[in-house]
């Protein structure tokens, strides 16, 4: 069976990323995937401390995290895992402060300092990213988001094999704008947005989950 897991950067756990990724695993589970749905923000844990002893030559943590708190039993996870998706809201450009901090623990231990960074991550899996933000389409491109997005997607590739990103644009970011300073908004556009696009990046991101468990099915059992 494959086991596909998704980690929620945002701190909301019933808003636009949470659904998203829950959509994502029941494509997963769809055909015949085992998954889990982790959320960083019920964790206590830093980024990288940067004392180096994943790369120590012959260290007992080479290759390995040695800081010991609630992400070392997640890290252990994602080790065991045949696909993984990742999800986060866009805070000031970029994803949230628990998604970077996640994405230091992870990838860091794995990257050789060899002229090739080769990876010690012990097989090829797939991985996927989805982003939500309130930006429209337009914003997107204007401030450069895109390139951000490509280049975790690149460094993904790069550990653990095959990877994609789904973007999910001008989402809803209250129920009732009436309740906050929102005036750049246009309530009305932003309402029938989620009504009429989102179901269909909830589709979009259920067939992601279905083609990542569908290729986890492709990674050699250890």
Known sequence: MTNVIAINGSPRKTWNTAMLLERALQGAASVGGETELIHL?????????????????????????????????????????????????????????????????????????????????????????????????????????EMQFRLTEMLLERIFGASESLLVTDTLQFDDYSKYVSSAFDTAAKAQRHRVVFPEDCKKAFALGKRLAQAGNNVPRR
Do not use: H, N
Not at 47 to 67: A, E, I
């Open 41 to 145: 923000y019920d964790l206590d844990f830093k980024g990288c401390t940067s004392c180096f002893t994943c790369k120590l030559v012959g260290g007992k943590s080479y290759g390995w995290c040695s800081v010991q708190d609630d992400l070392t039993p997640v890290l252990e996870k994602i080790q065991d895992a045949d696909a993984f998706i990742l999800g986060s809201p866009i805070y000031l450009g970029t994803a949230t402060g628990e998604m970077r901090s996640f994405l230091e623990r992870l990838v860091f231990p794995y990257l050789v300092y060899d002229p090739g960074r080769s990876t010690l991550f012990p097989k090829k899996i797939p991985t996927a990213f989805i982003y939500t933000m309130g930006a429209d389409e337009g914003r997107v491109k204007e401030m450069g988001y």
